[in-house]
């Protein structure tokens, strides 16, 4: 949460370049001050989920196995899918499939019947629609020319 603040302190008082009469969502501090709002935000989300949750819930090792698997795919996506060959949304997508169709996979009852594939058809479209509202809005709102 405070890095997130920091960025969007800084970004804040970054030079807006008015005088050049630039559209405003492409100043150089947008992307940046968004980006450390959200981390913020998304911090204070996990801070407020932390302290409601059961404190029985999961294991420590559970959970930093857990922590390790998202760290595996964010790495394998970054230096593994991004700016290898394959347009960013496609590499998005199957980021984000995998990630989502996993996680919902160990999220699962133990008892219940094994749906993999209601799971994988459900994280195909979630991974689809955010890849493509991502690759969006970095293209036409913030012009950002991605891989």
Known sequence: MAFGAAVLFVSWRMDRLESLNINPWSAPGVVPGLLGALM???GLALCVRRFAADRDESTPAALE?????????CV??????LGHGLPFW???AGFLFVS???FRW???DAGEAPRLGRLALGSAA??????GAISLLFQEVFLIRLP
């Not at 196995?65 to 795919?73: P, Q």
């Not at 979630?126 to 890849?131: E, K, V």
């Open 40 to 42: 913020a935000l998304f």
């Open 126 to 131: 979630i991974a689809l629609a955010a890849s």
């Open 65 to 73: 196995a857990r922590t390790g698997l998202a760290l595996v795919l």
């Open 100 to 102: 989502i169709l996993v």
């Open 106 to 108: 160990l999220d699962r």
């Open 76 to 81: 394998g996506f970054a230096a593994g899918l």
């Open 90 to 92: 496609l590499s998005a």
